[in-house]
């Protein structure tokens, strides 16, 4: 914690990101030079031709994982850019989805056209983000955030309970029924009633609304939120109209996700209280510090990885593939002298078939149970113990035991590691065997939930982040 | 031609309904523990064997999340459902599972995924109501062939929405009648009705009040919030006239604590619980609940099931045996429709399933679908719990 | 009157609970400024410690030692296991950050929040537990005030959550760890300067805070009685929001946050309705933030320019 030094490592620190030591350095240098406008254009190239060769259901969390993606990017220009913790966001999205539901079903008998209700909502949005801002006059920091934080907690109770207030008589919200039967939008006769063509209009909208905040992140605007960001006080100093500037931070962000939630009634057929829960609001912000906060390519990038990352775990077998080979890359890494690995491999090999046959020795075949089928698995099920009576049991203290041993991994060096090291994988396998493959669904979590760990301490600024340097 | 044949697969299936355990048509027995049975001399001729007629039915629950307590048990189920059949039958059948979360933006991706999955044929579930809103539209509008069976989904009318859509659990509207008929039999003057601020306590709600108001009995109304497990400040506002507190709630445990606090702080009405409350957690002795099933402990056949799935799982509750019943009516279906010769695909399985005519089941009574999808018959039990646990059905 | 005084005690009961929690979210805040998210985590790792070792010991009905003992004996389980968890919390999900932003710090506690829930999930299956607190100790047991009766575990909740805060209150003020935790939470690099472990301080903070959760979670299972692996999401955020309200890294305003979040809960429900609950509260919340900007005891943010 010695900070011996900070200054002149901070007055550099510019000069050493533009260096680009390391394995990636070239190719970084190379994609600098690329102006952003093509990068733009090859990404919406390479995701629009993504339908073609993706299944519906692939499709579908296509749209799922640009939806994100679009309200990623207007979360980051609240949080990214003017640097203000706004957990009412999720409720900008709500107040969105709901209004076109509104207009856009049978709920009270109201049929907008497109073109009427889009605008009209965009703009609500942006005017009730601009009201939320007016707190932030007041509030700053955690106070803030947890000001906000009510704000969407009690749209969500409004929108639960709201035929239940006093006075009301119509059901607008339909309550914890939600509103079912959304149109899909409509524009010059053209409805867009399919996943592919509702995937296209997200592309198309999301493509446009990069464009337009990277022409306001650039222009003088962009440079006071910034300043903003960095230091309040001063920017104050300077002139710049902190309140308007937080104001209109606010209503952008709240119009794109008024924006975006106009397009998760069409694609889901219908809007529910359950959408907008606060986990959900997690997702958003996982998206947008994982992909690298302030960085429009990051967040893209951070929303698509949220929203494939547990689709991808879905699927057992993938999820048994990544489990073993992150284990043997991990290993590889951690190791690197050929020896180490050959020497761990081989203790490994031994360990199990001896932990095979002393169990066998003692108990008996009696012990054994049903090995997995997945490909993976069937390689190492003449090694590994399979359990079968005992398994539950056995498994969560092995469970317990090999956090311990990672752990333990991770604190200690030299030969303790090595020796460590032999057993714990053995653990991890022993429980992928026996407990984490047969239960897919929890494991999913599981792993989502270490993967954001690992990635947080492996990449604190996000994958496309800059790293922030700060004097305190 | 379509219909000809339907009719002919609904002919087998009657007979193969009747036992499930003789429709092992073209096994071989190798070992002798397989029996063929008179019965298969009845289907068609050149059945094909069955380790060729293969096909993949998938569950669809909040096996994590917030209420994964509902999917565990649900899955716990369907997984003791295929295993028995399996090995009742010498079927392989094969099972994906799809984890809502009961989050209904999963419910329509995983419904996506289920429908390209062409090994899937059929699916039990998903559990909450607005999550069958969010699948079914998926399903209506890429497959209405897919089937789809709710094991608790509740809301009147839901099925009739969705072509591919089942529910082995009867509707709020026969709950609902039936439980606001008990409470103005008990003489009830004054309830108090707690809802827990979610699709399925809101539909019962709407079912019984109006019926006690009818009756004139005088209804008062709050809700709160499923996440909420202190409950001593609504207790504390029941008034002291008030003969039954009507709780329509998903999470049992949370009732026994509503229990817990009503004696603590000397409130002495009645707790009357909806189906929901059907489970090992909710023992306040007095109360009653409604449930779908008679309690199958004490149903012949049923219990030897009971005892087999408790054998190999910890825990059960009331989300659990209409799972069972559910994974059955869809398994009898695919073997039907082998019985045939023909291959199993979404829509005659669909067909067959609608044809589903079973004399018993898990749940103690008949098992077919009227043309929404909707239990033919269903009815309610009401139980009393009594000092030491245990249930006591009125009649 | 009969009304308002069991009222009273109901939101003083879950106020006791909510302020033992705010009071980790507010230590960490103190000397790392983030909010350790998996906080509730940690807390019912504690509810479910505590219903391992009452099962072991023969559960509520068949309890095989003195009940005292049986207590003791739960809580100190909790207290071990919620801060072991606590510690490896603060050693691996967030050392690697120390110098990283707030929010890197943040969305690595949100994914060790995931993972130990699926973690619950696993070890604990999905269903509810539930102490059977009226078997332990019968309800019609404990104090009577006037014209109300409070149950003997209520007055255990209250009384044990106000001596541990007052413990909290003189260790922070004058014991020497406590001090070191004062001075690193106003000024890190000033303490490192002094001569501070500040490493060990941060453990030191997880350690009580961690254990204040575990405490909370035998207490939750005692008093409401409803044990399951997502018991702490919700309870995290109303102590998260009492930490704030109490002003956020102060000690004695994450105590007051809480009860005055446990008041606010019970008189809404009791006087005006309990569907819209959360409504008012947050309302209410909301008006109170406008008029102090920095919650009940927050200092206002010094600016250094």
Not at chain 2, 307 to 333: C, K, W
Request: aromatic share 10%.
């Amino acid at each position: 914690m010695s900070n011996i030094g900070v200054d002149s490592w901070v007055a550099e620190s510019g000069e050493r990101d533009r260096r680009y030591t390391g394995w990636g350095g070239p190719a970084r240098r190379l994609l600098d030079r690329i102006p952003s406008g093509w990068k733009l254009l090859a990404f919406l190239v390479v995701v629009g031709i993504y339908p073609f060769f993706a299944s519906p259901s692939g499709v579908r969390i296509g749209i799922t994982a640009l939806l994100l993606a679009m309200l990623a990017i207007g979360l980051n220009v609240v949080v990214g850019w003017a640097g203000m913790l706004d957990l009412g966001y999720i409720a900008f999205y709500g107040f969105g989805a709901y209004f076109y539901a509104v207009v856009s079903s049978d709920q009270i008998g109201v049929m907008w056209p497109t073109w009427v209700s889009v605008p009209v909502i965009v703009a609500a949005s942006a005017l009730l983000g601009a009201l939320l801002s007016l707190p932030s006059r007041r509030l700053v920091g955690d106070y803030l955030a947890i000001m906000t934080l009510f704000f969407a907690q009690i749209f969500l109770e409004l929108i639960v309970n709201f035929q239940r207030l006093p006075g009301v008589s119509v059901d607008l919200t339909g309550g914890p029924n939600g509103v079912i039967g959304v149109r899909p939008w409509e524009l010059f006769g053209f409805s867009f009633n399919t996943f592919n063509r509702n995937f296209y209009l997200l592309l198309v909208l999301l493509g446009v609304i990069v464009v337009l905040l990277r022409n306001i992140d650039g222009s003088r605007t962009g440079r006071a939120w910034r300043a903003l960001r960095e230091d309040t006080l001063a920017a104050a100093h300077m002139t710049t109209p902190v309140n308007n500037l937080k104001m209109l931070a606010f209503a952008v962000g709240a119009g794109v996700a008024g924006l975006t939630g106009t397009i998760l009634g069409p694609v889901q057929v219908g809007v529910f209280p359950n959408n907008f829960q606060l986990l959900f609001l997690i997702t958003m912000y996982a998206a947008v510090i994982l992909g690298g906060l302030g960085s429009i390519p990051g967040v893209v990038l951070g929303a698509l990885v949220v929203a494939f990352t547990p689709e991808i775990l879905r699927n057992p077998n993938a999820a048994g593939w990544l489990f073993y080979l992150g284990l043997v890359g991990l290993l590889i890494a951690m190791l690197r002298k050929p020896a180490q690995i050959a020497a761990v491999a081989v203790g490994l090999v031994a360990f199990g078939y001896l932990v095979r046959f002393a169990s066998l020795a003692v108990w008996g075949e009696v012990i054994l149970g049903m090995p997995n089928d997945a490909f993976l698995s069937t390689l190492v099920d003449d090694w590994m113990l399979i359990l079968g009576p005992a398994r539950d049991v056995a498994s969560n203290y092995a469970f317990v035991l090999a956090i311990a041993g990672v752990l333990g991994v991770i604190v200690t060096k030299g030969w303790w590691r090595l020796a460590l090291l032999i057993p714990t994988v053995y653990l991890s396998i022993f429980v992928w065997e026996n407990k984490l493959a047969l239960k897919p669904s929890i494991t999913r979590q599981l792993l989502f939930g270490g993967v954001l760990v690992v990635m947080m301490a492996v990449r604190p600024q996000g994958l496309l982040g800059t790293r922030r340097v700060q004097i305190t | 031609m379509l219909l000809a044949l339907s009719l002919v697969i609904a002919a087998c299936g009657d007979d193969a309904a009747d036992d499930t355990t003789t429709t092992t048509a073209g096994v071989t027995t190798t070992d002798g523990a397989t029996d063929t049975t008179e019965d298969m001399a009845t289907t068609t001729t050149g059945a094909q064997p069955v380790d060729t007629c293969e096909a993949t039915v998938a569950f669809m629950g909040p096996i994590t999340g917030e209420v994964a307590f509902i999917g565990q048990v649900q899955l716990n189920w369907f997984n003791y459902a295929l295993d028995t059949w399996n090995e009742e039958t010498g079927y392989d059948l094969q099972m994906v599972e799809a984890d809502t979360q009961f989050d209904v933006a999963q419910s329509a991706t995983l419904a996506q995924s289920l429908l390209d999955n062409a090994d899937v044929l059929a699916a039990v579930g998903p559990a909450g109501s607005d999550q069958v809103d969010a699948a079914g539209a998926v399903f209506e509008a890429g497959d209405p062939n897919f089937t789809f069976i709710s094991p608790s989904s509740t809301r009147v009318g839901i099925t009739a929405q969705y072509q591919g859509m089942f529910r082995t659990v009867p509707t709020d509207d026969i709950q609902g009648p039936q439980t606001a008929q008990f409470l103005i039999d008990q003489g009830a003057q004054t309830v108090f009705i707690v809802d827990d601020q979610s699709s399925y306590s809101t539909g019962l709600v709407d079912a019984v009040q109006p019926e006690l108001e009818a009756a004139d009995v005088e209804v008062i109304t709050d809700s709160v919030s499923q996440d909420v497990t202190d409950f001593s400040a609504l207790v504390g506002t029941i008034p002291d006239e008030t003969d039954f507190v009507y709780l329509p709630w998903q999470v049992a445990a949370n009732g026994q604590i509503f229990a817990n606090q009503m004696t603590e702080q000397g409130k002495e009405a009645v707790i009357f619980g909806s189906d929901g409350m059907d489970s090992g957690d909710f023992t306040a002795p007095g109360s009653y609940v409604a449930t779908f099933a008679p309690d199958i402990s004490a149903v012949e056949g049923s219990e030897d099931l009971l005892a087999g799935y408790l054998e190999q799982y910890e825990d059960t509750n009331t989300f659990g045996p209409p799972v069972y019943a559910a994974a059955r009516v869809i398994f009898e279906a695919i073997d039907r429709v082998c019985q045939t010769g023909a291959t199993p695909d979404r829509a005659n399985v669909q067909a067959e399933v609608q044809n589903t005519d079973q004399a018993d089941s898990i749940l103690g009574s008949p098992i077919s679908f009227n043309e929404d999808g909707d239990l033919a018959e269903g009815r309610f039990f009401i139980f009393q719990i009594q000092e030491d646990g245990s249930k006591v059905i009125l009649p | 009157m009969e009304f308002f005084l069991q009222q009273t005690v109901n939101g003083l009961t879950l106020g006791s609970v909510y302020a033992l929690l705010a009071l980790g979210y507010s230590m960490v805040y103190g000397v790392l400024k983030f909010l350790n998210f998996a906080h509730g985590e940690v807390y019912m790792f504690g509810a479910f410690a505590g219903y391992g070792v009452l099962t072991v010991l023969g559960g509520a009905a068949g309890l095989s030692i003195p009940i005292w003992l049986a207590l003791t004996l739960m809580f100190l389980a909790a207290i071990v296991v919620s801060s072991g968890i606590g510690v490896a919390l603060e050693r691996f999900a967030y050392r690697p950050l120390r110098n990283a932003s707030r929010l890197a710090a943040l969305i690595s506690a949100i994914g060790a929040s995931f993972f130990l829930q699926a973690a619950a999930l696993l070890l604990f299956t999905a269903n509810s537990r539930s102490y059977e607190a009226p078997t332990l100790i019968a309800i019609e047991t404990g104090l009577t005030m006037g014209p109300i009766n409070v149950w003997a575990v209520r007055v255990l909740v209250i009384v044990t959550a106000v001596v541990l805060m007052v413990l909290l209150t003189w260790w922070v003020r004058s014991s020497r760890v406590g001090k070191a935790v004062r001075a690193v939470s106003f000024d890190t690099e000033a303490a490192a300067m002094m001569g501070i472990d500040v490493d060990k301080v941060i453990v030191a903070t997880f350690l009580i805070g961690s254990a204040l959760a575990g405490v909370g979670g035998v207490m939750v299972g005692l008093v409401f009685g409803r044990v399951f692996h997502f018991m702490g999401f919700i309870a995290g955020l109303k102590a998260f929001t009492a930490a704030v309200v109490g002003g956020i890294g102060s000690i004695p305003g994450a105590m007051l946050g809480g009860l005055l979040i446990g008041f606010a809960e019970s008189y809404t429900t009791a006087y005006i309705s309990s569907t819209f609950q959360n409504l008012i509260v947050f309302g209410l919340l909301i008006a109170f933030l406008l008029v102090r900007p920095s919650g009940i005891l927050g200092r206002p943010e010094l600016v250094k320019v």
